[in-house]
């Protein structure tokens, strides 16, 4: 999805690993999300930065931190990673203030063994 | 707590028929209510949106339906095609949320040619 760019594309992990996932936008926007999607849960909100230099938590923060680096990155890291973080990760943008429809990323497909 | 509530879970519709979704919310404080599509190995895609003040909403073969005294609102997908084959996310946000929406579970729609 053109705006929004994710890294890596594919990740296999062994528990305990830590590693960060990469989010960069050129949409200029100033809110940035990242979510989990798993099935049968639908999307669910790990943290968000609603402008540069600050964050919050969502609904399932635990096992995460992130980091808004400036206005364009918006990191996720996984300090020690579980099996239950397997999952699809997406990282979204919205311009803050309109009606918005968040732009997502094409996903990080995380497996943690 | 689950705010938003997507059923069915699965749906077949032959070409050419009409698919509906329905999704219930609690927070009467919602006031923007998007419906995302998401084709596999992509992140969602906003196809339609409404707010409370209408009651219908339709864009091509897309129609919101929304009532606002029963907290639901449905998707209808008129002379349904196989290229509709994906899944669809209905969502809300408003009240304070800081620009968070919060997702349905989703629903996996198969259009059989």
């Known amino acids: 999805n053109a705006g929004v760019t994710q890294t890596p594309k594919f990740q296999v992990l062994k528990t305990g690993q830590s590693m960060t996932l990469q989010c960069a936008q050129d949409?200029?926007?100033?809110?940035m999300y990242w979510y989990r999607q798993d099935p049968g849960m639908g999307l669910r909100l790990i943290y968000y930065?609603?402008?540069?230099?600050?964050?919050d938590k969502g609904e399932v923060p635990n096992g995460y931190n992130v980091s808004r680096l400036n206005k364009r990155e918006f990191s996720l890291r996984l300090e020690s990673a579980a099996p239950s973080q397997t999952s699809v990760y997406f990282c979204a943008i919205a311009p803050r203030g309109v009606d918005s429809p968040l732009h997502f990323g094409n996903g990080t497909r995380l497996t943690v063994t | 707590q689950q705010q938003v509530k997507q059923s069915p879970q699965s749906l077949i519709v032959q070409k050419g028929g009409i698919s509906i979704i329905n999704c219930a919310y609690e927070n009467t404080a919602f006031d923007y209510f998007p419906w995302y599509q998401q084709f596999p190995g992509k992140g969602p895609a906003l196809l339609i949106a409404?707010?409370?003040?209408?009651s219908e909403k339709k864009e091509g073969r897309f129609t919101i339906s929304f009532n606002k005294s029963a907290k639901q609102f449905s998707l209808h997908i008129m002379d349904s095609q196989p290229g509709d084959s994906a899944t669809y996310f209905c969502?809300?946000?408003?009240?304070?949320?800081?620009?968070?929406?919060?997702f349905g579970k989703g629903t996996l729609l198969t259009v059989n040619p």
């Open positions: 969502a809300a946000m408003g009240g304070g949320s800081n620009y968070k929406l919060t």
């Open positions: 409404i707010r409370p003040d209408v």
């Open positions: 949409m200029n926007h100033n809110s």
């Open positions: 930065s609603a402008s540069e230099g600050t964050t």
